[in-house]
C-alpha cells in the first residue's frame, strides 16, 4: 500500500476534487434539462398551436422519465457500478436533446423528453452516491453540494442561450444544443475511478485499495476507511430484504422520502420550468421575461456557493432553518403583491427582488442539502435502494408540481398559487426542527451505528 500512495502522496486533494467535480458534472446536464424548456415553451405552443395542459407535459414527462430512470438505476448501480451507470446516462443523454431538437409533433417532443428523463433519472441517482463515496468526511457536504452547484450552472447556461436564441424563436436550437455539453459530459465520465465502496461490495478490495489510496494519499487514512466499510459489508442485508426486516432502514427510506417531497414542494422547480410565465404575470414583455429568467439562473448559481462555504462549517439544521424562512418569505410577499396588483415600474422591481430572494433562501438550502442528507442517512447495505426510493420520490414530487402549476394558475389564481407555495415552506421549517438530523463532520459509518442502534432520526448525527 505505501508503495502506491507514496508517488500521489502530494496530489490527493487534487484527485479527489478533479474526481468528484468531474461526477458532478452529472448535475450539469440535469440543469441544462431544467433550464432549457422554460424559454421554449413560448415558442413551442405557438409553433404546434397547443393548450397550456400539453405544455404541462412536455414539461413534466421528463419528470415522469427521471423516476422510472431512477428506480433501474438502484439495480443498475449496484450491478453494474456507479461510473458505468453514469456512462449511460451520458449517452441517453445526448440522444434525447438531438431528438428534442428534430421533434416534428408534440408526441415526438414528449417522447424525446421521457428520454431525457430516463437519462437524468440515472444520473440525480448514481452522482450523490458516488460522491458521498469517494469524498473524504471533511468535505463531504460541500463535495455532493457542487453537484447541486452544476445543476445551477446548467440552469443558467440554459436560461443564456435560451435568451440569445429568443431573438430568432428558435426553439429548436434551444433544446437540440445541449448535447453538446452531454457529449463532453460523456467523454469525461470515462475518465473517473470507480467507487471504492461499490468495488469492496463486489469483493474488489485491491482496486479499492489503489483507488482510495489515489483519492486520499494517506495509507493510514487508508487502512481506517477500508476497515469501516469491512465492518459494514459484514451485515448480510441489503436493500429490499433489509427494507422488509429491519425497522430502523426503514425510517432512514423514510426520512430520505420526506426530504425529497419537502424540496420540491418548496416551488423553486415552479420557477425554473415557467419563469416567463411568473414574469409575464408581473407586466413583463417577452424580451424582458428572457431576461429575467437568466437572471434567475445567475442568483441561482450566486447563492448555491453559500451553502458549499458553509454546509461543513455552520452545519445542515441552521442553513435549512435560514433558507426555509427566507423562501416562506418570498413567496408570501410575491403572492400578496400579485393580489394587490403590480401597477408601477417600482412595483415590479420589488416583487421580482422579493422572487429572487426566494430563489436565494433554496440554492443556499433545499437545493443541495437536501442531496447532501439524503445520501448521508442511508446505510452502506442499503444505500441503493434508499436513494433510489428518495430520488424516485424526487422526480414523481417533481412532475406533480410540474404538472399542476399552470392548472392552478388558471384556477385559483397567482397570488393563491404563491401563498400555498409559502405555507408550505412554514410546514417544512417546522419538520426540519422534529425529525432532521444534524450530520455536519459524522462518518457515514457514525451515522449507520446511530441509527441501527434506533436513535431519534433528529440524533443519528450525534
Known amino acids: 500500500m ?3 500512495a507514496e508517488p500521489i502522496k502530494a496530489h490527493p486533494r487534487a484527485a479527489t476534487i478533479f474526481t468528484c467535480v468531474l461526477a458532478a458534472l452529472a448535475g450539469l446536464m440535469f440543469g441544462l434539462d431544467i433550464g432549457v424548456i422554460s424559454g421554449a415553451t413560448h415558442f413551442i405552443q405557438a409553433e404546434f398551436r397547443i393548450d397550456d395542459r400539453t405544455i404541462e407535459w412536455i414539461v413534466s414527462v421528463m419528470m415522469l422519465g427521471a423516476a422510472i430512470g431512477a428506480l433501474g438505476a438502484g439495480w443498475m448501480s449496484s450491478a453494474l457500478g456507479r461510473k458505468r451507470s453514469l456512462i449511460l446516462a451520458a449517452t441517453l443523454f445526448v440522444a434525447g436533446s438531438l431528438l428534442s431538437g428534430w421533434a416534428w409533433s408534440p ?10 428523463g430516463l437519462a437524468i433519472g440515472v444520473a440525480t441517482f448514481t452522482a450523490p452516491l458516488y460522491l458521498a463515496e469517494v469524498a473524504p468526511v471533511r468535505i463531504r457536504g460541500a463535495m455532493i453540494s457542487t453537484y447541486q452547484l452544476m445543476i445551477t450552472i446548467g440552469i443558467l447556461v440554459a436560461f443564456l442561450s435560451d435568451t440569445a436564441f429568443s431573438y430568432s424563436g428558435n426553439w429548436r436550437w434551444m433544446l437540440g444544443v445541449i448535447a ?22 463486489r469483493g474488489r478490495k485491491a482496486e479499492a485499495v489503489v483507488v482510495l489510496t489515489r483519492l486520499r494519499g494517506d495509507a ?9 466499510i469491512e465492518e459494514q459489508l459484514k451485515t448480510p442485508q441489503r436493500g429490499w430484504h433489509l427494507f422488509l426486516q429491519n425497522p430502523n432502514f426503514r425510517r432512514s427510506v423514510g426520512l430520505g422520502v420526506l426530504l425529497q417531497v419537502m424540496q420540491q ?5 415552479v420557477v425554473m420550468y415557467y419563469a416567463p410565465r411568473i ?21 441561482n448559481v450566486l447563492a448555491t456557493f453559500i451553502a458549499i462555504g458553509l454546509v461543513d462549517r455552520l452545519g445542515r439544521k ?14 408570501g410577499v410575491v403572492g400578496t403583491m400579485m393580489h394587490l396588483g403590480i401597477r408601477t415600474h417600482v412595483e415590479q422591481m420589488f416583487t421580482v427582488v422579493m422572487l429572487l430572494t426566494f430563489i436565494v433562501g433554496f440554492a443556499m438550502s433545499a437545493g443541495p442539502l437536501i442531496w447532501t442528507l439524503c445520501s448521508e442517512v442511508q446505510p452502506l447495505k442499503g444505500r441503493d435502494f434508499g436513494i433510489g426510493c428518495s430520488t424516485f420520490t424526487n422526480w414523481i414530487a417533481n412532475m406533480i408540481v410540474g404538472v399542476t402549476f399552470l392548472s392552478l394558475l388558471n384556477g385559483i389564481g397567482n397570488a393563491a ?3 400555498l407555495y409559502a405555507g408550505l415552506n412554514v410546514v417544512f421549517l417546522v419538520i426540519t426542527f422534529l425529525l432532521i438530523p444534524e450530520t455536519k463532520g459524522v462518518t457515514l459509518e457514525q451515522i449507520e451505528r446511530n441509527l441501527m442502534a434506533g436513535k431519534p432520526l433528529r440524533e443519528i448525527g450525534q
Open 2 to 4: 505505501n508503495a502506491i
Open 107 to 116: 408526441a415526438t417532443l414528449i417522447g424525446a423528453r421521457f428520454v431525457l
Open 180 to 201: 453538446i455539453p452531454g457529449a463532453l459530459f460523456l467523454l469525461g465520465v470515462l475518465l473517473l475511478p470507480d467507487s471504492p465502496r461499490w468495488l469492496m461490495m
Open 220 to 228: 493510514a487514512v487508508v487502512v481506517r476507511e477500508v476497515a469501516d
Open 265 to 269: 414542494f418548496t416551488g423553486m422547480n
Open 279 to 299: 414574469f409575464e404575470g408581473m407586466g413583463y414583455n417577452t424580451e424582458s421575461q428572457m431576461w429575467f429568467t437568466a437572471i434567475v439562473g445567475l442568483v
Open 318 to 331: 441552521p442553513i435549512l432553518y435560514i433558507g426555509f424562512t427566507v423562501m416562506a418569505l418570498g413567496l
Open 417 to 419: 398559487t404563491f401563498w
